[in-house]
Nanobody, 121 residues
Framework: HVQLVESGGGSVQAGGSLRLSCVASQYVRTAFCMGWFRQGPGKEREGVGVINPGGSGAHVSDSVKGRFTISRDKGKSTTYLQMNSLKPEDTAMYYC???????????????WGQGTQVTVS
């Protein structure tokens, strides 16, 4: 049974930082690509970062490049999204997801967490 649990969201001022965490069940740790997605009010779900099972292939989207970093700690079954220099347009519900392929397409991911809200003012 795959479970993903996000944490670390909150409210910050522009220019601030947050680190999101996604704890996954053991099966996900070894077999799946992990992705971070976000969805703002009235917007489509957008890929923010993806990382392969080994952690050697990590990519963030152009919209957050230079500000966000995705990483994973296999030993802790945790995937992180470090978010620096936050902007109001980063305000969204952030979700982690697990799937067989590292892609920006959310429909490819099989498992999703419940989401954690990030608000930047």
């Amino acid at each position: 049974h795959v479970q993903l649990v996000e944490s670390g969201g909150g409210s910050v001022q522009a220019g601030g930082s947050l680190r999101l965490s996604c704890v996954a069940s053991q099966y996900v740790r070894t077999a799946f690509c992990m992705g971070w997605f976000r969805q703002g009010p009235g917007k489509e779900r957008e890929g923010v970062g993806v990382i392969n099972p080994g952690g050697s292939g990590a990519h963030v989207s152009d919209s957050v490049k230079g500000r966000f970093t995705i990483s994973r700690d296999k030993g802790k079954s945790t995937t992180y999204l470090q978010m620096n220099s936050l902007k109001p347009e980063d305000t969204a519900m952030y979700y982690c997801a697990a799937g067989p392929f590292c892609t920006w397409r959310p429909d490819v991911y099989d498992y999703w967490g419940q989401g954690t809200q990030v608000t930047v003012s």
